[in-house]
Structure formats: structure tokens, C-alpha cells
């Protein structure tokens, strides 16, 4: 089983950058493709950025194409979303999430079994 929590999120003024953590337990973190979701209020939660368990493949929401970057350092057991150009629709909760042992990486919520419990970000215009 593998526990996320995530850190990093606050408050920035559009345009700027933040950098997302996420740290795993658990000795399966290698074999865990991760993702990163979000939720603004009154909305759906939504996929934001997947990583494989190898950190070689990865894929994005068009919505942030081009400005976040996921990666991945396995000996540390962290995820990162590093998010550039920021703007006020990206205001949101922002959620990590594992999937199962040596799963395939998803853009899909429902194929991950583990979730953390969120870092609001807040972009001001």
C-alpha cells in the first residue's frame, strides 16, 4: 500500500511559478505510476499530469501543456509538479495519486487507488 502526501501549494500572482511535492511511504514507490489531479470549486475533480514508473513517459492535460512539468526521483520516494506561467483558472486543490504496483500510468481518476488529501494553490490575476 503507499501513502501520498502532498506540500508546495499557496498563494502567487499569475504569471509566476510553484513547485509541487508529493511524498510516498511504502517500498513499492518505484513500481507505482503516480498523477497528479485537481479540483476548483464547483467543479469536478480533473487530470492535470501522469508519470510512469520510470519517470521516462509521461502526458499532460492540454490545459497545461507547455507550463507544468511532472517528474519523479524514486530514490526519494517524491513526485513533483513544477508549474510555470501560472494563471487564475489554476486555482485549485491540488491532489497526488499512486496506482497500483507496476500499473501502466493513467490519465484516468478512476485507475488510481491511492490519493493524498490536497494542496490548495491560488493564483491571483
Known amino acids: 500500500q503507499v501513502q501520498v502526501v502532498e506540500s508546495g501549494g499557496g498563494l502567487v500572482q499569475a504569471g509566476g511559478s510553484l513547485t509541487l511535492s508529493c511524498a510516498a511511504s511504502g517500498r513499492t514507490f518505484g513500481t507505482a505510476a503516480m498523477g497528479w489531479f485537481r479540483q476548483a470549486p464547483g467543479k469536478e475533480r480533473e487530470f492535470v499530469a501522469t508519470i510512469s514508473m520510470s519517470g521516462t513517459s509521461t502526458a499532460y492535460a492540454d490545459s497545461v501543456k507547455g507550463r507544468f512539468t511532472i517528474s519523479r526521483h524514486n530514490a526519494k520516494n517524491t513526485v513533483y509538479l513544477q508549474m510555470n506561467s501560472l494563471k487564475p483558472e489554476d486555482t485549485a486543490l491540488y491532489y497526488c495519486?499512486?496506482?497500483?504496483?507496476?500499473?501502466?500510468?493513467?490519465?484516468?481518476?478512476?485507475?488510481?487507488?491511492?490519493w493524498g488529501q490536497g494542496t490548495q494553490v491560488t493564483v491571483s490575476s
Open positions: 495519486a499512486a496506482r497500483p504496483p507496476f500499473s501502466t500510468h493513467s490519465v484516468y481518476e478512476k485507475d488510481y487507488h491511492y
